[in-house]
């Protein structure tokens, strides 16, 4: 794990980190410097066994998905264009049967697998299996607890197979040396349970990354996430402050339980007053690509549409079409309606917001 992190350091992250830089002064050598998809998150399902109360993939009627010799056929398209990494997504991805063999399909071809599960249908023995056919990453989606949780993913007694299921993930983590965290998705709803949930993840040794809801993707775009979910007005404002103040106190006392930096609390506080955030470039947008169940291609958000079909074309040939070519340099410049989605990772390969994010750590180091 150690060797393959170090590599990806040295061959991905520093080079774009470097054209991230580049791009942002010089941006008439986009085309010449553009940054290559290495990273593809398959929405292998749209179907749902929760009724979250942010997201709309439950209330939409599921079409005909892929099956998994037209996924497989997928992954070694991917494959050939070089992208490295497959994340499963839905929907809940479990409910799909034969989601371990794709996983051990994908492991096979040299991807490293990761998957974002809300738990309900994970055990033990599920997950020792998935990891024994090749997955190496786990996120649990947990926005609160008890029956405040219950409330937002709209299934009365579901607190104790979530439970359940975390418990699992620790454990795999300590013993199978998977990477394994918690998402909080951070909506007006769910501001002050911050707190309690980031306990329950510190007390089985998950840590935690904070997600700041959406309001304009596929999967997102509710009217209620504007009129009822949405973080806004001054009494909601002083809400999110105490939050992150008190985000920035747990970041020093114990730094390794947040998947968070200083640059990414800064995106936070501006986030729902000013979503684009126009001078943080969308990198993610280019090393990243959505496929719905139904192969159809998203950028790295899913808020600008949808590119083509992978079932129609391959990767080779859609990549090069105008439509491909002209969204994706938009959505790196932020000529986009603006999302969270992957914020941290622009953070990360930001030059300006690394060097900040440096200066602080060494500041509270010497404060404290």
């Not at 942002?24 to 986009?30: H, Q, V």
């Not at 998150?41 to 939409?60: A, D, G, P």
């Not at 991917?78 to 990494?85: S, T």
Request: charged residues 25%.
């Amino acid at each position: 794990m150690i060797f393959r992190r170090l590599r990806k350091l040295i061959l991905k992250y520093m080079p774009d980190v470097a054209k991230t830089g580049l791009l942002c002064a010089m941006p008439a050598l986009y085309h010449v410097f553009e940054i290559k998809p290495s990273s593809c998150n398959i929405m292998i399902t749209n179907r749902c066994n929760l009724k979250c109360l942010m997201c709309k993939q439950w209330r939409e009627k599921p079409g005909e998905e892929l099956n998994l010799a037209g996924w497989k056929k997928i992954v070694d398209d991917l494959q050939k264009n070089g992208f490295r990494n497959i994340h499963f997504t839905g929907g809940e991805p479990l409910l799909r049967g034969d989601l371990k063999d794709l996983i051990s399909y994908c492991a096979i071809k040299g991807f490293t697998v990761g998957m974002t599960t809300n738990g309900m249908l994970l055990d033990s023995g599920t997950l020792c299996g998935m990891i024994d056919a090749g997955l190496r990453s786990v996120a649990l989606s947990i926005d609160a607890l008890g029956e405040r949780y219950e409330k937002i993913r709209g299934a009365p007694g579901s607190f104790k197979k979530l439970q359940s299921a975390a418990a699992a993930i620790a454990e795999a983590k300590k013993t199978r040396g998977i990477d394994a965290y918690i998402n909080f998705t951070l909506m007006k709803e769910n501001i002050d349970l911050f707190r309690d949930v980031k306990e329950f993840a510190e007390s089985i040794g998950l840590p935690v990354a904070i997600c700041p809801l959406d309001k304009t993707s596929a999967i997102f775009n509710l009217p209620e996430n504007e009129q009822r979910l949405w973080i806004y007005g001054s009494e909601d404002m002083k809400r999110l402050a105490a939050l992150l103040e008190y985000v920035k106190n747990e970041m020093v006392r114990k730094p390794h339980s947040l998947i968070l930096n200083y640059p990414g609390v800064d995106f936070i506080a501006r986030y729902f007053t000013d979503p684009r955030q126009e001078n943080i470039p969308c990198v993610v947008s280019q090393d990243r690509i959505y496929v719905d169940p139904y192969g159809n291609v998203f950028g790295g958000c899913l808020s600008m549409g949808t590119f083509g079909n992978l079932r129609e074309m391959p990767f080779g040939r859609l990549k090069k079409t105008d439509r491909y070519r002209s969204a994706k340099k938009k959505m790196f410049y932020k000529k986009c309606p603006g999302c969270s989605c992957g914020y941290m990772f622009n953070v990360w390969h930001t030059p300006g917001l690394i060097m900040k994010g440096f200066i602080v750590n060494v500041r509270t180091a010497l404060k404290g």
